[in-house]
């Protein structure tokens, strides 16, 4: 066998992490109660995550997509917003505990808002784009973002009603 150079070493390994990276991210789904109607679960482009009645009162948390898209839907004070899932003092994904949304692997707890309410994150999750299309289907599109400061900006959430 021969030796491998520098270039192929650096190739080869790039191909392993890549590899490895996507073993991980390749968990299955929760197996909690969903929304009544399914939603899709595309890891990229629009995500349908169903209608406002799967969001049925305030403090409903629809965390099903946080392993395989890390985001999770919120209804809370009359709207309905889709929040990134990844943690962020570690990048472990967030999830539903009892109506709190709570970073399994450092014990960070965030408000329905996405805020920061327990450390050790000290930052707030942002928010993706979201909106009804004419079907009245609920779609997240992850190539917005919204900080903190813009969650009130149009498409950082919708009206529930």
Known sequence: MSELNRRDFVVAAGAVVAAACACCSCESALAAEAPTSAPSASSSGPIDVGTKADYPKDGTIFDKLTKSNRVIVVRNEGKIYAINSTC?????????????????????????????IKGPAKGSLFRYGIALNDKGRIIVDKSKQFPEKQWDDAGASISAT
């Open 88 to 116: 962020t003092h570690k990048n472990c994904a967030v999830k539903d505990k009892n109506g709190e949304i709570v970073c399994p692997c450092h014990g960070s707890k965030y408000s329905l808002y996405g805020t920061a």
